[in-house]
């Protein structure tokens, strides 16, 4: 068991310091000589490890500490992660505290969710498999109520706010630079908000953008647009579920840096525009977040005085309304953050499609050039979700080339057919112009386009 600690904490060291560019943490003076000290000690029922700070580094400006870490002796006692699995983690979770108090130690109490969240997410970036921080992840999704920076044990969870940042950015180095911005004494949440400035965005940005990436866990997964391992996430609890046919008004409030989740499913395809107010509303970022039919995604952030038109959206279609409340409250003012609500509230509405809303949008590339281009592309907005047929005819209106798809499937994406020039029996057609028919749902219509062989 010494073994495997001594091994992980090398590997810890090696992550963190030579792969990631942390600095290490401060000497202990000499203390049980020169090396960095960690007690492996039986230290009771569930608890993993901790860091003491003890004494400040006197020969550097800022208000950096020595420290030294206690483990468990077994992790056998309780713990969500058992056995060596356990050790490994606890040794990158408390490594990275120790290298933090070389920056420096927290200033007030609200930073303490930032050593936290930081040194959880170092687990999982030493330790992939093991995935202790899972065990965090239901308080978290179920109390969204809770502001980002209060430190509480529903917040542990709140460590994939760095997952988010890794792979939105694709860069580890952005989470190393709030603890460079930190060592000069400014408080966590604004050294947060000018690293991302120095990236061209903003906290609240990024808060409004990380609560979309929170709506697509569990059943609602992509791996590939969001969090890698999502699929093992708890879904967040809607605050609204509503069938929309007009419009709805929503009135609410909530606290300083949180978000809600109101979904909408459209019983009619139509224009959707959604319009409101919020107090001290440069506070705030609305997401939305549209899944048509065949499950393509979409979202918008925005001002919500500026409102938004999320333009045609077909029947069945599910829209998620994420109101964001940016609002930092930290330093002097910390005492009233749980006491801290701002009010809301929108409208979102949906007025009927129009003929020229639905139907054919285009058709590219046209004329369409065979062997030059591979397919031609039609693109169109669906009238529901019901089974669209579309066919390529000749002009005198024999049929070459027939598909009867539903819901996105087969061969339609998002609103797009294409088409490789050949009929339906595997052979290409001939130079000359044809038609284009859609037909869904008591809709029809007709676009001509060329097809040139070159």
């Known amino acids: 068991f010494v073994e495997e600690v001594a091994a992980s904490l090398e590997r810890s060291s090696q992550m963190a310091v030579n792969d990631l560019g942390y600095r290490q943490p401060p000497d202990d003076a000499g203390v049980d000589g020169p090396e960095y000290d960690v007690y492996i000690q039986s230290l009771g029922n569930g608890v993993y490890g901790e860091t003491f700070a003890e004494e400040e580094v006197t020969e550097t400006p800022q208000n950096d500490f020595r420290s030294y870490i206690r483990i468990d002796n077994d992790f056998n006692n309780g713990h969500f992660t058992s056995g060596v699995p356990g050790a490994q983690v606890t040794i990158a979770h408390e490594y990275l505290h120790a290298i933090q108090f070389g920056y420096r130690t927290f200033k007030t109490n609200d930073e303490i969710f930032y050593y936290e969240l930081s040194s959880i997410w170092m687990e999982d970036v030493v330790y992939d498999d093991v995935n202790d921080y899972y065990q965090y992840l239901p308080g978290y999704f179920q109390a969204r109520n809770s502001p980002f920076n209060q430190f509480t044990g529903a917040n542990l969870g709140e460590a ?14 952005l989470l190393r630079r709030p603890w460079e911005i930190m060592e000069s004494g400014v408080l966590a949440m604004e050294a947060i908000d000018r690293s991302l400035r120095e990236r061209g965005s903003t906290f609240a940005d990024e808060l409004a953008e990380f609560a979309v990436w929170n709506y697509f866990t569990g059943s609602r997964a992509d791996a590939i647009n969001f969090y890698e391992e999502g699929s093992a996430y708890p879904e967040v609890t809607l605050n609204g579920d509503f069938d929309l046919t007009s419009e709805i008004s929503v009135n609410d409030s909530s606290r300083a840096s949180t978000f809600r989740y109101y979904k909408f499913t459209t019983l009619t395809s139509g224009g959707i525009v959604i319009t409101g107010s919020a107090e001290n509303a440069e506070n705030w970022r609305f997401a939305a977040i549209i899944i048509k039919p065949g499950n393509s995604v979409d979202f918008h952030v925005f001002n ?11 029947q069945f279609s599910e829209i998620i309304v994420v109101p964001v409340n940016a609002l930092v409250v930290d330093g002097d003012d910390l005492p009233q953050l749980s006491r801290t609500f701002l009010n809301f509230d929108f409208k979102i509405q949906s007025t009927p499609a129009t003929a020229s809303e639905q139907g054919i949008k285009d058709i590219s590339p046209n004329p369409f050039f065979i062997p030059r281009h591979p397919k031609v592309v039609f693109r169109f907005e669906p009238v529901s979700s019901d089974v669209f047929e579309v066919k390529v005819l000749t002009s005198d209106g024999r049929v070459v080339k027939t598909a009867n798809l539903s819901d996105g499937s087969g061969a339609l994406g998002s609103g797009a057919f294409s088409w490789d020039g050949r009929n339906d029996k595997g052979e290409a057609v001939a130079s000359g112009v044809y038609i284009f028919l859609l037909k869904q749902d008591g809709f029809h219509q007709f676009r001509k386009f060329a097809v040139i062989h070159e």
């Open 160 to 173: 994939i706010w760095n997952h988010f940042l890794e792979q939105k950015f694709e860069d580890r180095a």
């Open 304 to 314: 919500i005085l500026a409102g938004r038109s999320l333009g045609f959206i077909p």
